[in-house]
């Protein structure tokens, strides 16, 4: 699928990246929430989707897609698959606003036609965490960084070995609008970072938690694991199906 237009904008010189497969995961029980969910630089989207098909949450649907193959700044050009362009892992790197603004439309599209009554999410590992965490700036906004209006409600928002883009003008931009400030303060946010990761080092994952926190996203909580890398664990796993479970008020099946 190509993004071109569903980014909006009519820049005649976009660079339109088709995304790859996406993998679903159908719940076992009653459906009612519908998360996406973002996998990390190089990756692919059927990684997760097997190792979310066997977590204990029946009610969940999990969307799982694959990101374009783009030259990545961070690999000297070299192709990989990224959800935007990345030139160095963390808060202080130069944002690639138009690729992210693409995944994120690519997201929400996914999440936009689920039914009316079902609670949507996004979450993902790493850089797929970082675009999470986009996401959840452009729902709280109503609008992507390029002006275009965000039209999906997130109910959760989940990010494991993340980190948060745009944080430099967050708070700038979140100022003077009451609307902008409940919306942060009512959405929920799970972010899990462990203190060994040598690829996106915990000092980002707990800086990019204090910037959301001080910027008005008072509903979010923090968890580090002590001696973790740049992977995920079951008692990682674990935590972020209770969070789901109480967040999304997911019944029995």
């Not at 968890?223 to 992977?231: A, K």
Request: charged content about 15%; proline content about 5%.
């Amino acid at each position: 699928m190509s993004f071109s237009n569903s980014a909006g904008g009519s820049n005649a010189a976009r660079t339109a990246f088709e995304f790859g497969r996406t993998y679903v995961v159908r719940p076992k029980g009653r459906h009612q929430a519908t998360i996406v969910w973002l996998h990390g630089l190089g990756d692919k989207g059927s990684s997760w989707s097997q190792l979310l098909e066997s977590l204990p949450l029946p009610n969940v649907k999990w969307i799982c897609p694959t990101a374009p193959t783009r030259p990545v700044s961070l690999f000297g050009g070299f192709p990989s698959t990224a959800w935007f362009d990345a030139q160095d892992i963390s808060e202080d790197a130069p944002d690639d606003i138009e690729g992210l603004d693409a995944s994120a439309a690519h997201v929400a599209n996914l999440l936009s036609t689920e039914p009316a009554d079902i609670k949507l999410g996004v979450g993902g590992f790493s850089m797929g965490a970082a675009t999470a965490l986009y996401s959840a700036t452009c729902h709280i906004f109503g609008q992507y960084g390029n002006r275009n209006p965000y039209q999906v409600n997130l109910s959760s928002v989940v990010g494991l070995s993340g980190w948060l883009p745009c944080s430099r003008t967050l708070k700038n931009q979140m100022e003077g609008s009451n609307e902008i400030v409940r919306r942060a303060a009512s959405l929920p946010i799970l972010l899990c970072h462990g203190s060994g990761d040598d690829v996106v080092a915990y000092k980002h994952g707990e800086k990019s938690a204090r910037i959301l926190n001080s910027a008005g996203f008072s509903n979010l909580s923090f968890r580090s694991y002590n001696g973790l890398g740049h992977y995920t664990i079951p008692e990682e796993m674990d935590e972020v199906c209770r969070w789901l479970s109480a967040q999304l008020e997911l019944q029995g099946s």
